[in-house]
């Protein structure tokens, strides 16, 4: 099924996440306790939210993980909040995406951004499990909201679940997604919207260059694949949606207004109706 082309426009300028000014090596993919001279993943983001001079000329900071660390296993959410300047963590590519970030356990998301900055590149999320607060809900691998700027680029989503909305990501800030794969993401709970991807509470998104692959909602819920609040404020450019399962809308499930599609593909959703209210 041919989806309806509708005027795209990136909702998210991302240039200030395009280049680093200074860079800084995660030399381990263990978490808390490490050998003297190692450097975490969480050391790293830790300290840039506390240290916004750890900068360039810009302001861009770039936290790289190499090939040679091959899977970063985060014994807890890392959270960066509170106006934190925007920095990268940037995963190898050597044709495909050398890092992993997942969940060393149960019951927790893997990141948590509030009011902050960020971009991931190169990097695969997987096997994260969000289970719900009362002040946090939804989102598996990152919850993000407030006046988050999210800018995700070469990343894959893979069998990460929340309770609530938003299997991989829930978005409640502004976000950027390109040449991103999600695949084997759902959510549980009742009215759990986005099996892949819930954009609430005021929240935008632009997606190019996306798959949605056999994502998957609790029960009552909407978008299969994708979710939005508000259907104008979600754009998708040259994306598939394939294989992917909701009570409605087995791609992209809307409460009011109508999302933009341009050059997108949807086949073997269920239902069929790709794009719908809930």
Known sequence: ?????????P??????FVQSDAAY???TGEDGNVEDGQVTLRMLVEAMAANPGWAGEHGRRVITIPASVGTVDLGST???TNGTMPFVIRGAWDGTNAVTIKAQGEGYRLFQLENAGMGFENLTF???QSRETVEVTGGGAIWAAGTCELAVSNCAFRSNSAQL???AVRLMGQGTFERCSFYDNRTLGDKAHGGAVSVDDNGSASFRNCSFTLNHTGLSSSGGAVYGEVGGNCA????TFFGNEAQTAGAVGVWTGVPAFTGCLAVSNS??????SA
Do not use: I
Request: with cysteine; proline share 8%; net charge negative.
């Open 1 to 9: 099924e041919n989806l309806p082309n509708v005027p795209y426009e």
């Open 271 to 276: 239902p069929a109706a790709s794009v719908s």
């Open 25 to 27: 090596t995660v030399s």
């Open 78 to 80: 890392l959270r960066v």
């Open 236 to 239: 998708f450019e040259s994306c």
């Open 11 to 16: 909702l998210v300028a991302y240039a200030h």
């Open 165 to 167: 909305a938003g299997g």
């Open 126 to 128: 997987q096997g994260a």
